[in-house]
């Protein structure tokens, strides 16, 4: 029988100790997580990059929720754990669950350390620490344009370049001389502001904040030396403290956070700790790479502890990171001293800063601006403690080798660290590649995490790949680690072969996992029934936990049903309906969704079917890669501005193209004039009435990385805007890569390039539609499909009770 494991915290540390244990030995434990955000595990680095425009939420997932369910790891998300019973050996969640263990992590984590300024609990005043405050952030800055940020750290910079993006003036106040002061020295703290303020940042250094002002919402921010900030929104980024309420409940020993020994034990038996929540020798880590040594660790001494020589014996500190564009590097021990004596480099026309610190003929720390090409080799020097009396001080900052060419990976040593998060050496990528025949940099980042948090080490991994495998091309963007194909070479071999089920691509094309993973199979489903829609089976186990339940999992492993309401139209009839599902099944919620439908809240899994079947509406598809909604305004029929009729436009184009896959979801709207009430300009095909016509726009994403349709035609007809959409999504369904928005694929092919192909080119546009048309004849109705599953179980059922009746 396995043991039970409890992991509180669903974040990078813990869920990296779960990963660890897989791979030692993966039918050890019976493993459970809470986790106190309503998302999967996620990369916490990268929220800068989401709040910035550069990723969307799913591109900084970690462990999306098939891996929890691939793994066998129950997940309870935006449930966190309240209580902990060391002796009994059991935890308490806030929504009811107890839950016993033989062994606990705390992987709790930090929270942000929030100013206790007067006025800092006015509405507009917030932290910047998890996915919430970036679209806290995101919303705010639709509606309001002067932004504070409290914070001259790297996690304020990236705030503040965020708000920069999204269009609001940006102040930023810090106590300090200079920015970054943890991890820069003076000199390069001041280029590094020079450097924002050109990119139209503005800096209040040596700021004593006295309180914050407004009524119920923040207005403005009050200083010591009596100055005054006008501001819409206050970004507090002053730093984290480790969350250890619960722990101190539990009775574990606590100082600044939950102190535990070189095997992350803490002072209960059987309960450990690890992350920003631990202490380990009088220190508690911020950084990813101390965290996830600390991780493997834990997960050897609870699964092999006769294998493990010694325990975590602390790391030493360095960050590398890329500041609103500038590459930063600092390690160790920087600051100067009557012990130190420091090499610099400063090119004030590059903006190039470096400075080494030595003491007693060794390298001790380290800062790099502007040019980070030698932080690898500086790094491994101060993790070695290289002796370099015999070393040339001035070859120690190298720009370039001896032959005039750029230093390269292939001049370190094989213990040199490549990811430094990781903690991957180039022997340890080298050998993976070798041994485990790996082609491509997706192979390289899922077999070694080389490269898997921060990001910054991938241009050194592609480079040892090429290097290993002596083939350039093998650093294609594959499909994903599966395979050494791309998204196109996939769907070309698909057509020339005839391949009509994942399994049969996989293994055909070679496949190296004979499941494949939660990457490829989808999309390979996906690409089978575009290539032939006539021909292909769908093939169900191949698609998204949402898609196979026909409903949104939420955080507490309930699901939302949302029912079809055509253009956002509805009546008493199918009101009835829901109310009377709603009462039946004990809905908790019922929530008017901003694609104008109704979300039932909360359905238990075994009641899907039923629910389903009793509502007898069609299903919204509110999961689905395709048309999830066309929201449309009143019209002309009620609204004085109308020019024409938006709900029946709506209505066509959402019967037309209701159930049709696509790389990715895609959503409609029709405004009957320029006022855009429906907000079409934010769509992926966003439709306006105009006097005698409408307007297409395309591309338009309103969701984190925000985009403005772009205006794609004009016609007369709704019949003409219909074929032009139809040729468009055609062309999309065929050319876009699976999970590729609308408003990547028009980015990334171009405007001009759609143009011709959909509005120029009149046989091509003739067969795209065509094409269309041949899918759309062919596409399952899921409502059908569960309400089918439903009544053939009740057939069964009646069968059965008259075969035990005769």
């Given at each position: 029988?396995?043991?039970?494991?409890v992991?509180?915290?669903?974040?990078m540390?813990?869920?990296?100790?779960?990963?660890?244990?897989l791979?030692?030995?993966?039918?050890?434990?019976?493993?459970?997580?809470f986790?106190?955000?309503?998302?999967p595990?996620y990369?916490?680095?990268?929220?800068s990059?989401?709040l910035q425009?550069?990723?969307?939420?799913?591109?900084?997932?970690?462990?999306d929720?098939?891996?929890?369910?691939?793994?066998?790891?129950?997940l309870?998300?935006?449930d966190?754990?309240?209580?902990?019973?060391t002796e009994?050996?059991?935890?308490?969640?806030?929504?009811?669950i107890?839950?016993?263990?033989?062994?606990?992590i705390f992987?709790?984590?930090s929270?942000a350390?929030?100013?206790?300024?007067?006025?800092?609990d006015?509405?507009?005043?917030?932290?910047?620490?998890?996915?919430?405050d970036?679209e806290t952030m995101?919303?705010?800055?639709?509606?309001?344009?002067?932004?504070v940020?409290?914070?001259?750290g790297l996690?304020?910079l990236?705030?503040?370049?965020?708000?920069?993006?999204l269009?609001?003036?940006?102040d930023?106040?810090?106590i300090?001389?200079?920015l970054?002061?943890r991890?820069?020295d003076?000199p390069?703290?001041k280029l590094?502001?020079q450097e924002?303020?050109?990119?139209?940042?503005?800096?209040?250094?040596?700021?004593?904040t006295?309180?914050?002002?407004?009524?119920?919402?923040?207005t403005?921010?009050?200083?010591?030396?009596?100055?005054k900030l006008k501001?819409?929104?206050i970004v507090?980024?002053?730093?984290?403290?480790?969350?250890?309420?619960?722990?101190?409940?539990?009775?574990?020993?606590?100082?600044?956070a939950?102190?535990?020994?070189?095997?992350?034990?803490?002072?209960?038996?059987?309960?450990?700790a690890?992350?920003?929540?631990a202490q380990?020798?009088?220190?508690?880590?911020?950084?990813?790479?101390?965290?996830?040594?600390?991780g493997?660790?834990?997960?050897?001494h609870?699964?092999?502890?006769?294998?493990l020589?010694?325990?975590?014996?602390g790391?030493?500190l360095y960050?590398?990171?890329?500041v609103?564009?500038?590459?930063?590097f600092?390690a160790g021990?920087?600051?100067?001293?009557?012990?130190?004596?420091?090499i610099r480099?400063?090119d004030?026309f590059?903006?190039?800063y470096?400075?080494?610190?030595?003491?007693e003929n060794?390298?001790?720390?380290?800062v790099l601006?502007?040019d980070?090409?030698?932080?690898t080799?500086l790094l491994?020097?101060?993790?070695?403690?290289?002796?370099?009396?015999?070393?040339?001080?001035?070859?120690?900052?190298?720009s370039?080798?001896?032959n005039g060419?750029a230093i390269?990976v292939?001049?370190?040593?094989?213990?040199a660290?490549?990811?430094?998060c990781n903690?991957?050496?180039?022997?340890?990528i080298?050998?993976a590649?070798?041994?485990?025949g790996l082609?491509?940099?997706?192979e390289v980042?899922?077999c070694?995490?080389?490269?898997?948090s921060?990001?910054?080490c991938?241009p050194?991994v592609?480079?040892l790949?090429?290097l290993?495998?002596?083939?350039d091309?093998?650093?294609?963007e594959?499909?994903?680690g599966?395979?050494?194909l791309d998204?196109?070479?996939v769907v070309?071999?698909?057509?020339?072969?005839?391949l009509?089920?994942p399994?049969?691509?996989?293994?055909?094309?070679?496949?190296?996992?004979?499941?494949?993973c939660?990457?490829?199979?989808?999309a390979?489903?996906?690409?089978?029934g575009m290539?032939?829609?006539?021909?292909?089976?769908?093939?169900?186990?191949?698609?998204?936990?949402?898609?196979r339940f026909?409903?949104n999992?939420?955080?507490?492993?309930?699901?939302?049903?949302?029912p079809?309401?055509?253009?956002g139209?509805?009546?008493s009839?199918?009101?009835r309906?829901i109310?009377?599902?709603a009462?039946?099944?004990?809905?908790p919620?019922?929530?008017?969704?901003?694609g104008?439908?109704i979300?039932l809240l909360?359905?238990?899994k075994e009641?899907?079917?039923?629910?389903?079947?009793?509502?007898?509406?069609?299903?919204?598809s509110?999961?689905?890669?395709?048309?999830?909604?066309?929201?449309?305004?009143?019209?002309?029929?009620?609204?004085?501005?109308?020019?024409?009729?938006s709900?029946?436009?709506?209505?066509?184009?959402?019967?037309?193209?209701e159930y049709?896959n696509?790389?990715h979801?895609?959503?409609?709207?029709?405004?009957a004039?320029?006022?855009?009430c429906?907000?079409?300009?934010?769509?992926?095909?966003?439709?306006?009435?105009?006097?005698g016509?409408w307007?297409?726009y395309v591309?338009g994403?309103?969701?984190v990385d925000?985009?403005?349709?772009?205006?794609?035609h004009k016609?007369?007809?709704?019949?003409?805007i219909?074929?032009?959409i139809?040729?468009?999504m055609?062309?999309y369904?065929?050319n876009?890569?699976y999970?590729e928005?609308?408003?990547h694929?028009?980015?990334?092919v171009?405007?001009d390039?759609?143009?011709k192909?959909?509005?120029?080119?009149?046989?091509?546009?003739?067969?795209?539609?065509?094409?269309?048309?041949?899918?759309?004849?062919n596409r399952k109705d899921?409502w059908?499909e569960?309400?089918d599953?439903?009544?053939?179980?009740?057939?069964?059922f009646?069968?059965?009770?008259?075969?035990?009746?005769s």
């Amino acid at each position: 029988m396995r043991e039970k494991l409890v992991l509180i915290g669903n974040g990078m540390a813990g869920i990296r100790t779960l990963e660890e244990i897989l791979k030692k030995d993966p039918y050890r434990y019976d493993m459970t997580v809470f986790g106190e955000e309503p998302h999967p595990n996620y990369n916490r680095i990268l929220l800068s990059s989401v709040l910035q425009g550069d990723a969307d939420v799913r591109d900084i997932v970690l462990n999306d929720y098939d891996w929890y369910e691939q793994n066998q790891v129950q997940l309870y998300t935006g449930d966190p754990i309240v209580k902990v019973d060391t002796e009994k050996q059991k935890v308490y969640s806030r929504n009811g669950i107890e839950c016993d263990y033989d062994k606990l992590i705390f992987a709790t984590g930090s929270n942000a350390f929030m100013l206790p300024l007067p006025g800092a609990d006015l509405d507009g005043v917030i932290a910047f620490r998890n996915i919430k405050d970036c679209e806290t952030m995101i919303e705010t800055s639709k509606h309001y344009k002067r932004a504070v940020v409290i914070g001259g750290g790297l996690l304020g910079l990236e705030a503040a370049r965020g708000l920069l993006n999204l269009n609001m003036e940006v102040d930023v106040i810090h106590i300090a001389d200079y920015l970054m002061e943890r991890q820069l020295d003076e000199p390069a703290g001041k280029l590094l502001k020079q450097e924002l303020e050109a990119q139209g940042m503005r800096f209040h250094l040596n700021k004593h904040t006295e309180q914050i002002v407004g009524k119920n919402r923040v207005t403005g921010i009050h200083f010591k030396d009596g100055t005054k900030l006008k501001a819409d929104l206050i970004v507090m980024a002053v730093g984290i403290r480790p969350n250890v309420t619960l722990a101190q409940e539990a009775g574990l020993n606590v100082e600044r956070a939950i102190v535990v020994d070189d095997y992350m034990q803490t002072s209960a038996p059987n309960v450990y700790a690890v992350g920003e929540c631990a202490q380990h020798r009088g220190i508690a880590y911020g950084l990813v790479a101390p965290l996830y040594e600390q991780g493997k660790v834990l997960a050897e001494h609870i699964t092999e502890p006769d294998s493990l020589e010694k325990g975590y014996e602390g790391s030493i500190l360095y960050t590398q990171l890329k500041v609103s564009g500038v590459d930063v590097f600092s390690a160790g021990n920087f600051t100067d001293s009557e012990e130190t004596k420091a090499i610099r480099v400063h090119d004030e026309f590059e903006g190039i800063y470096k400075k080494v610190v030595i003491k007693e003929n060794q390298v001790v720390g380290a800062v790099l601006f502007g040019d980070t090409s030698d932080s690898t080799r500086l790094l491994n020097m101060i993790k070695s403690c290289e002796d370099i009396s015999g070393m040339s001080k001035v070859a120690l900052l190298p720009s370039e080798d001896a032959n005039g060419g750029a230093i390269s990976v292939a001049d370190l040593d094989d213990s040199a660290n490549i990811c430094g998060c990781n903690g991957v050496s180039k022997g340890d990528i080298c050998s993976a590649i070798k041994e485990q025949g790996l082609t491509t940099f997706e192979e390289v980042k899922q077999c070694t995490n080389a490269s898997r948090s921060c990001g910054r080490c991938k241009p050194e991994v592609i480079e040892l790949l090429a290097l290993t495998t002596g083939n350039d091309a093998a650093t294609q963007e594959t499909l994903c680690g599966c395979t050494d194909l791309d998204h196109q070479e996939v769907v070309a071999q698909i057509r020339e072969l005839g391949l009509t089920h994942p399994r049969e691509v996989m293994n055909v094309l070679g496949w190296k996992s004979d499941e494949g993973c939660s990457k490829c199979r989808p999309a390979i489903n996906y690409y089978l029934g575009m290539v032939d829609p006539l021909n292909n089976q769908d093939d169900h186990t191949s698609r998204f936990v949402n898609e196979r339940f026909h409903a949104n999992i939420n955080n507490n492993g309930t699901f939302t049903v949302v029912p079809r309401m055509y253009g956002g139209v509805t009546n008493s009839e199918q009101l009835r309906k829901i109310a009377d599902v709603a009462d039946k099944y004990n809905v908790p919620l019922l929530k008017v969704t901003g694609g104008q439908r109704i979300d039932l809240l909360g359905v238990e899994k075994e009641d899907l079917p039923k629910v389903w079947s009793e509502l007898g509406m069609r299903s919204g598809s509110a999961y689905a890669k395709a048309l999830r909604t066309v929201k449309t305004c009143v019209g002309a029929n009620f609204c004085r501005f109308g020019t024409q009729d938006s709900i029946g436009f709506g209505i066509e184009l959402e019967k037309k193209f209701e159930y049709i896959n696509t790389p990715h979801k895609v959503k409609m709207a029709v405004s009957a004039c320029p006022r855009n009430c429906a907000e079409s300009g934010i769509k992926d095909f966003g439709v306006v009435g105009v006097e005698g016509g409408w307007e297409l726009y395309v591309g338009g994403n309103g969701g984190v990385d925000l985009r403005a349709g772009d205006l794609f035609h004009k016609a007369e007809t709704k019949e003409e805007i219909m074929d032009t959409i139809s040729a468009f999504m055609q062309y999309y369904r065929e050319n876009a890569k699976y999970l590729e928005r609308t408003s990547h694929f028009v980015e990334r092919v171009g405007l001009d390039h759609m143009r011709k192909v959909v509005l120029e080119d009149e046989e091509g546009r003739k067969a795209l539609v065509e094409r269309m048309d041949i899918a759309l004849s062919n596409r399952k109705d899921p409502w059908k499909e569960i309400v089918d599953s439903e009544e053939k179980k009740k057939e069964l059922f009646e069968e059965k009770k008259v075969e035990v009746l005769s």
